[in-house]
């Protein structure tokens, strides 16, 4: 990336859908059948591109063809908002990566993450020899601290997801808070003066461990970043539709969505 854009961030969606994407299996709603390429939501994940790096915040089930799909050829680090199913189930498509830059790839998670991948992926963190590839990878414990991320400064923004606590990223101007059900106070400190914020925004109707479309357009009122991204959207939300009742300066995320923000 040439010096003048050395402190612009490049954000790429690779997946705003739910845990389950949409369409959904086995669903023939609106939406699940819907021709709007926008109503086509992989589960959730963001690229981001800074200074000739690459950075991928969760590699879900979908990784692999979001990889592709946007023409990533290669990978720096990855940070982990939480453990679920739908944001890790896709860490064996590091090897590639592996193979072609012929390095390990530094991972970042808090402790109680990392211990649901070491579970998960006992293979991966297995110390004898094998005979097959595996993911080689090396681990980087975060805790409410910022850290550095090839030149990337990284605050870890503590949230809950129902009862349980996730994480979601601050990076300059830009946050990406997704699988949240409430923003403690704290954390809510650390997300003002911003340009880009991505909002977890599963659907209208109340969900013990997801923010709506109200609760989260009243963190916008209370944050009042420049620009809002909804994400983690189910099949009860028609692109179309539900953009024409948000306000300007708040829209839906969809794949393949491209942003550029100041980190610096």
């Known amino acids: 990336m040439a010096e003048r854009d050395a402190g612009r961030l490049q954000v790429t969606v690779l997946g705003s859908g739910t845990s389950v994407g949409v369409p959904t299996i086995g669903c023939s709603c609106r939406v699940c059948m819907s021709s709007d390429p926008r109503d086509k939501r992989l589960r959730p994940s963001v690229l981001l591109r800074h200074n000739g790096h690459a950075v991928v ?30 944001h890790i189930l896709g860490i064996d498509d590091l090897r590639p990566y592996n193979f072609h830059q012929k390095r390990v790839i530094p991972i970042y998670a808090a402790e109680p993450t990392f211990e649901v991948i070491r579970r998960v992926f006992a293979y991966v963190f297995f110390s004898g020899e094998t005979e097959s590839s595996r993911p080689r990878v090396e681990t980087h414990v975060f805790n409410t ?107 839906l995320a969809y794949d393949g969505l491209e942003i550029e923000v100041e980190v610096a």
Do not use: C, M, W
């Open 57 to 86: 915040i969760d590699t879900g089930p979908d990784f692999r063809q979001q990889a592709l799909r946007s023409h990533l050829d290669r990978l720096d680090a990855v940070l982990f908002t939480h453990a679920h199913a739908d």
């Open 145 to 251: 601290e910022p850290f550095e991320v090839h030149g990337l400064n990284v605050q870890p923004v503590p949230l809950l997801h129902g009862k349980a606590s996730v994480h979601g990223f601050r990076i300059g101007r830009f946050a990406y808070l997704t699988d949240h059900s409430e923003i403690p106070e704290e954390s809510l400190a650390r997300l003002r003066d911003l340009d880009v914020l991505f909002l977890d925004a599963l659907r209208y109707k109340p969900h013990p461990t997801h923010s709506t479309i109200d609760r989260s357009l009243k963190y916008v009122e209370q944050l009042a970043p420049r620009r809002t991204y909804f994400t983690h959207i189910s099949h009860d939300l028609l692109h179309q539709r539900a953009e024409e009742l948000l306000p300007p300066n708040v829209r």
